[in-house]
């Protein structure tokens, strides 16, 4: 059963600074990767679709790379804002079946302060 | 294009009280999915549609039923509400196909069973 992970649960920084978000998978037979954003009592917001034969995916200040057979994903924030505040998550989805069904980590909860 | 839309946004039920939470999508994509998220747990899928006429259990589908009404709507029903029911519900969809295509959600439906 694949199980994804984020570490660490929670992370607070400076405005301006860079930053990384970590998610890993225990099966790396994966179709592709997704980063969501989601801010309080919200939905879900697709950040970046990371297909499995790419190593990297880029929109904007967002970096995500893909390391399949390691089972990492790592989301890169460069010069954060107070706005990029929200819960960050990771999912991925198995290359076998077509219902595209995702497992999502617990995310990781990010505070940008002033 | 309104996307994901969910109803109600609220709701609180008694334990045996049953009732339907409403979906619909308005992106002319063939597959459909309901979440719930529990705090700690991540987003666990409970049903999905993978195209209009079909539906499958997902992760967690004890205690719900769902309805593909037709291309735009799918419905989730809880027959007899227990307070493990508690959570915040999420309905997304997707283009059809074995193509990278991305999940969108809707914005949530918090239920609370006493």
């Known amino acids: 059963k694949q199980e994804v992970t984020q570490i660490p649960a929670a992370l607070s920084v400076p405005e301006g600074e860079n930053l990384v978000l970590n998610c890993s998978f225990t099966d790396s037979a994966i179709y592709n990767l997704q980063w969501f954003r989601q801010d309080p009592g919200k939905g879900l917001t697709s950040l970046l679709l990371?297909?499995?034969?790419?190593r990297e995916q880029t929109s904007g200040r967002l970096n995500a790379s893909l390391d399949k057979s390691s089972g990492r994903s790592t989301l890169y924030i460069a010069a954060s804002q107070p706005g990029d505040s929200a819960t960050y998550l990771c999912a991925v989805r198995p290359n076998t079946g077509t219902a595209s069904k995702l497992t999502f980590g617990t995310g990781t909860r990010l505070q940008v302060t002033l | 294009n309104a996307g994901v839309t969910q109803t109600p946004k609220f709701q609180v039920l008694k334990t045996g009280q049953s009732m339907t939470l409403q979906c619909a999508q308005d992106m002319n994509h063939n597959s459909m999915y309901w979440y719930r998220q529990d705090p700690g747990m991540g987003l666990r899928l409970i049903y999905y549609?993978?195209?209009?006429?079909?539906?499958d259990k997902g992760e967690v589908p004890n205690g719900y039923n769902v309805s593909r009404l037709n291309k735009r709507e799918f419905s989730l029903r809880l027959e007899s509400a227990a307070p493990s029911q508690t959570s915040v519900y999420f309905c997304?969809?997707?283009?059809?196909?074995?193509?990278?295509?991305?999940?969108?959600f809707g914005p949530g439906t918090r239920l609370t069973v006493t």
């Open positions: 549609s993978a195209s209009e006429g079909t539906t």
């Open positions: 997304a969809s997707r283009k059809a196909g074995t193509g990278d295509y991305e999940q969108y």
């Open positions: 990371i297909q499995s034969s790419q």
